[in-house]
T-cell receptor, first 115, second 115 residues
Framework: EPEVTQTPSHQVTQMGQEVILRCVPI?????FYWYRQILGQKVEFLVS????????KSEIFDDQFSVERPDGSNFTLKIRSTKLEDSAMYFC?????????????FGPGTRLTVL | GENVEQHPSTLSVQEGDSAVIKCTYS??????FPWYKQELGKRPQLIID?????GEKKDQRIAVTLNKTAKHFSLHITETQPEDSAVYFC??????????????FGKGTHLIIQP
């Protein structure tokens, strides 16, 4: 199964700055997801995206976060006014693009460090 | 919302022995239960999953069982090998509205295979 790619692999930013994390699908995947994983902790769901709209979002996904697919290809997660506690790995995931809606495959992740 | 509990947090077994990791979930509407393996610094990788219409699924040395009544599911790894050492996460989700819900993860089990 072709995977998504994510850029950048590592992002360092100053507290209060905005960051944009990108996920690039390989083929016609149906659903996209963003998850985060604080170092040493579990993976946490942020948001799912289908047909250019948010399908579901968690309590973590507040007004600080937004997602969009600006050019119909790349899928972005924007974090406004970053805080120290936003430091984490951010993973994009996608479903298989077939009838197996549930199977989610993770990209390599972006490590976000907020100083 | 869904809550997934996972035990144990650390499991050390001798090479060649079996390992069992257990999870419970709270939302009876959940119907999809994947297991992910995460090596240090890498992405979570889907290794096996089970849906609520089956009780057991096996793939070579790994198997998963599901007890819907008790709301628990388990991962079984037989004939463990050094390369099985990793953190294993269980997860649960529903499939509401025809789409794929975000996954709720357990806190992970650090599996250590002793040579």
């Amino acid at each position: 199964e072709p995977e998504v790619t994510q850029t950048p692999s590592h992002q360092v930013t100053q507290m209060g700055q905005e960051v944009i994390l990108r996920c690039v699908p390989i083929s016609n995947h149906l659903y996209f997801y963003w998850y985060r994983q604080i170092l040493g902790q579990k993976v946490e769901f942020l948001v799912s995206f289908y047909n250019n709209e948010i399908s579901e979002k968690s309590e973590i996904f507040d007004d600080q976060f937004s997602v969009e697919r600006p050019d119909g290809s790349n899928f972005t997660l924007k974090i406004r006014s970053t805080k120290l506690e936003d430091s984490a790995m951010y993973f994009c995931a996608r479903t298989s693009g077939t009838n197996s809606y549930n199977e989610q495959f993770f990209g390599p992740g972006t490590r976000l460090t907020v100083l | 919302g869904e809550n997934v509990e996972q035990h144990p947090s650390t499991l050390s077994v001798q090479e060649g022995d079996s390992a069992v990791i257990k999870c419970t979930y709270s939302d009876s509407a959940s119907n999809y239960f994947p297991w992910y393996k995460q090596e240090l610094g890498k992405r979570p990788q889907l290794i096996i999953d089970i849906r609520s219409n089956v009780g057991e699924k096996k793939d070579q040395r790994i198997a998963v069982t599901l007890n819907k009544t008790a709301k628990h599911f388990s991962l079984h790894i037989t004939e463990t090998q050094p390369e099985d050492s990793a953190v294993y996460f269980c997860a649960a989700s529903g499939n509401s509205g025809g789409g794929a819900d975000g996954l709720t993860f357990g806190k992970g089990t650090h599996l250590i295979i002793q040579p």
